[in-house]
């Protein structure tokens, strides 16, 4: 089969030929599906039966945010799938990155859970890293409580150092399994809580779960703003979601398709920077979660809300699990991010 590299106007091309994505991932994934350049680093190749026609494409990139994988995208043809294009795709694009900052890094997809897509990647010799949850809490679903509590709440500017600090602190902790690399406050703040990134608002929450490093914070959330007539909303992530899921480090896409977008949240707890984090027997891991929902409720009186969840957030997992058991939130999406070895470019 014919593979070469991707040019200016094969991306319109492949969306002619793909069937309609059917997860906002999945949307997302094909913004991958550009030109190889140098800065954003990315190497992709297209396959073509005849000219012009392509039937998949296959694309590597960098991750600033997580520098020790590289993400990595393969999708073809609904028809021409279970004949081997993918893999000839996937060993056309790693020959690529042979010379680049790319060759020897280890490789990230992002794939739908139980989709064909996990199936190809885990055939690969792919193996699951992360799980990715996105959950929608409805307006009033959870009455707010501890009315005692007004003066733990602060509402701040997203610009705020403490909030910085807290973030970066939270988000290193939080990807463990995924290692971030050096950040400074400068860039957190760019990446998650600027104004070019939608950030709209922020909250933050003082509690006896709090950590000492963090001035009592127990936890915080950050609001994104979109506009009302937009179908799907960008909500950066603490997973930096990739396989092509992402414009830009961490973030995910969210279809909304209801006539008032719902209010979308990054929600932390601060006990998740803990050593003892994944220890859910103790009272102040309790304590943690209690404080999360009581600032998810305050959040969330007025509108709906949509809050991202993985495996690598104990407290906010432990929040959701609850909430889901209770039909008091649902399920809108749930993603596997696997880890595949190097790419073989010999």
């Not at 593979?3 to 949307?27: S, Y």
């Not at 990446?191 to 003082?206: D, K, P, Q």
Request: hydrophobic letters at 45%; a negative charge; proline letters at 6%.
């Amino acid at each position: 089969m014919p593979i070469r590299e991707l040019t200016d106007g094969d991306d319109l091309r492949l969306n002619e030929v793909f069937a309609d994505a059917t997860t906002p991932a999945g949307h997302m994934a094909r913004s991958l599906f550009r030109p190889s350049s140098d800065s954003p680093l990315i190497r992709s190749v297209v396959a073509e039966v005849v000219p012009d026609v392509p039937v998949g494409a296959a694309a590597i990139a960098e991750s600033p945010l997580h520098p020790y994988r590289a993400w990595v995208h393969v999708e073809v043809a609904a028809e021409e799938q279970g004949h081997g294009q993918g893999r000839e795709l996937f060993d056309a694009v790693c020959a690529e990155t042979r010379g680049t900052a790319l060759e020897g890094l280890d490789l990230r997809a992002r794939v739908h859970a139980g989709s064909p897509g996990e199936g190809f990647a885990q055939a690969l010799g792919f193996t699951p890293l992360t799980t990715t949850r996105v959950i929608k809490v409805p307006a009033g679903a959870l009455p707010p409580a501890g009315g005692g509590r007004a003066e733990d709440l602060e509402i701040v500017a997203t610009g705020s150092v403490k909030l910085t600090k807290a973030f970066l602190a939270w988000y290193t902790a939080v990807n463990r399994d995924d290692a971030v690399g050096q950040l400074t406050i400068g860039q957190v703040n760019n990446v998650f809580l600027s104004e070019a990134a939608g950030a709209h608002g922020a909250a933050l929450l003082n509690g006896a779960a709090g950590t000492a490093e963090a001035g009592g914070l127990s936890a915080f959330a950050v609001s994104y703003a979109r506009e009302a007539d937009e179908t799907a909303g960008v909500l950066p992530s603490a997973g930096e979601p990739g396989a092509g899921a992402t414009a830009g480090d961490g973030t995910a896409v969210v279809d909304q398709v209801d006539e008032e977008p719902p209010t979308e949240l990054i929600l932390g707890s601060m006990f998740e920077t803990r050593d003892d984090a994944a220890d859910t027997t103790g009272e102040d891991f309790a304590a943690a979660v209690a404080d999360a929902e009581l600032l998810l409720a305050r959040l969330s009186v007025d509108a709906d809300v949509v809050i991202e969840v993985t495996s690598g957030m104990p407290v906010i997992s432990s929040l959701a699990d609850r909430l889901l058991d209770a039909g008091t939130a649902t399920e809108l999406y749930r993603y596997e991010t696997l880890s595949g070895p190097p790419a073989d470019v010999n």
